[in-house]
């Protein structure tokens, strides 16, 4: 579901200025705080992987549907690298996979999920040479997956629904962009891939096998922000979804125009953009407000499944507290002002 971007420019400026500018940061601060009593409040930063899904808040940037002076949105390389951003104390609110902030909140990092943003129905899918023809033909061959927690969930998930254990077959980590290549070599039978990839995998011959129609509720997108953040800083929270929602509505008012601007950013065609579109649902403020809310929370009991399956991979230990993990309030305070 997550791949390598070409679009750094944005992010590499504002590492190059948070590390080579420090010296000017703290210079700037203090000049501010001799100039007035209140020193100016940072952006609030959120990072994601370029992934068709967070897209929304890309075109809300671009088209400055987005207060650029209250948010920075910038582009990662990879979830992995998002997690070790935000790990690190870089973002204050991040584009995630619900997989992901389980296993931040896990990890004792304190933060609230303040939007549901859309989930995959499709767009994950596992690909196998064409001589595979049945799920139970994959015992004994190899698998190609990336190590990244949605791909070790869609692996799992394809090994239930097949009826075998990870013994069975021959699991070989590697990257998505390396998988035509093992695939072409014999090396391994099938990969778990996910759009474009996926594409170049069926432009090649090979076929879908599983994708995540089949796992309801599991490869979820969220929009974490740290506690603090959304303590301190209320307002730049809203700001935030306000725009993810500008940015969602100008995408579906005008998916073609969108596909033409976004589409290079993740290296896809705009007819492949708009397809790989198709295979995600997006949720508006209040189907997002719903999720959030109720006793216990909507969202809880759907991923119910994908907590046990978690725990009994060892990705986590514990399951979440959902009241204190979800804030639905950001949301409530959205819908109330769109009225």
């Known amino acids: ?5 070409g679009r750094r420019l944005a992010w590499q400026r504002w590492q190059t200025a948070a590390r080579a500018g420090l010296s000017i940061g703290v210079l700037t601060v203090w000049l501010g705080l001799a100039a007035c009593s209140e020193p100016p409040v940072p952006a609030l930063t959120v990072g994601m992987n370029t992934w068709v899904g967070y897209d929304p808040l890309v075109l809300a940037r671009d088209r400055q549907l987005i207060d650029t002076q209250q948010i920075q949105v910038v582009d990662l390389s990879s979830g ?10 870089l973002l204050d609110a ?19 999920v303040v939007a549901v943003l859309d989930t995959s129905t499709g767009a994950d899918v596992v690909l196998v040479n064409p001589a595979v023809q049945s799920l139970a033909q994959l015992h004994g061959t190899g698998i190609a997956v990336e190590g990244t927690t949605v791909g070790a969930l869609m692996l799992e998930r394809l090994l239930q629904a097949a009826g075998l254990e990870q013994t069975d077959v021959n699991v070989v980590s590697m990257e998505a962009t390396l998988h035509l290549s093992a695939l072409r ?20 011959g090979y076929k879908d096998i599983f994708d995540s129609r089949l796992m309801p509720g599991d490869i979820v997108d969220v929009l974490v922000v740290r506690a603090s953040t959304l303590q301190e800083r209320p307002a730049q929270v809203d700001a935030l979804l306000a725009g993810w929602q500008r940015g969602l509505q100008a995408l579906q008012e005008g998916p073609e125009a969108a596909a033409r601007l976004l589409a290079p950013g993740v290296e896809l065609s705009p007819e492949d953009y708009l397809a790989t579109l198709q295979k995600l649902t997006f949720y508006s403020t209040e189907q997002s407000l719903e999720l959030l809310s109720g006793a216990p929370p909507v969202l809880g009991q759907d991923a119910s499944r994908l907590v046990t399956t978690l725990q009994t991979m060892g990705l986590i230990k514990v399951a979440p507290d959902w009241r204190r993990l979800l ?13």
């Open 1 to 5: 579901m997550h791949r390598p971007s």
């Open 94 to 112: 991040a584009a995630l996979t619900l997989d992901e902030a389980l296993r931040l909140t896990d990890e004792g990092f304190d933060l609230r």
């Open 185 to 204: 070599s014999g090396h391994v039978s099938a990969a778990v891939s996910y759009e474009p990839v996926a594409g170049l995998l069926r432009a090649a």
């Open 80 to 89: 992995s690298e998002t997690l070790r951003h935000f790990r690190n104390g």
């Open 327 to 339: 804030a639905p309030e950001p949301a409530r305070r959205l819908k109330e002002v769109a009225e």
